[in-house]
């Protein structure tokens, strides 16, 4: 199958899958999500992506209607009805079907799940950005379906040129992406914005802390301004689709570009990590 789509125990092609409009989806975006790269029909960081997705779940009261290792069990099963074994992984639980309330829907949520073809990046060449407020709402550490603020981001980079959009805070500090996380290179030293309630804790940002450690590079989790960004020595931006990208270009400005040879060093061992554990 090229792509697949599955829904409370049905699947098929994902262009044939349907769903109930009254699932809380259609109503508020009320569920959660997580997603991750597959390569050679092996799920990247399995177990840390569907952790995160259960406390996500819990964190919203949201009934899961399968226990871990029954996911677990059930994406590697499906993984296998794939035409290629390079693929994004993308599943999702709503809160329920009902008529639509504010009040929270009784019962056990609905699992969606889709499979599409996909190659990560190998990060040579680099990306562009621009900057936009982070005027989203403060519970970006959950992975929630409310995405609207990062929708409109991702339109204003696409509109741009752009690969992604850079959320800063009133005040100039830098939150992370639309999609993304995002860290900077200065004198040697990695930064990223602490796992506070303004970021989400990226699988990917956690890889790229173990990588530093492992190659005795030195990090500090600590909130970095709009000004250290653009006069950072590289600028890192990682996600679970794109383990590790350079950014050469902010709103038109050239950055980076002083420090590729420890960029590099992290991109190798991010990336030859995928490719032995998949």
Known sequence: MEKLGYYNGTYGPLDEMTVPMNDRASWFGDGVYDAGPCRNYHIFALDEHVDRFFRNADALKIVMPVSKEELKDLLSRLVQKMDTGNLFVYYQVTRGTGTRKHTFTEGKGNLWITFTPAEISDGHTPIQLVTTEDTRFFHCDIKTLNLIPSVMASQKAKEAGCAEAVFYRPGGRVTECAHSNIHILKNGI?????????????????????ACSALDIPFREQAFSLQELFEADEVIVTSSSNLCLRADQIDGIRVGGKDYALYNRLREYLLNEFYLKT
């Open 190 to 210: 990695l930064y990223t914005a602490p796992t506070d309630h303004l970021i989400l804790p990226g699988i990917a940002r956690a890889h790229l802390l173990r």
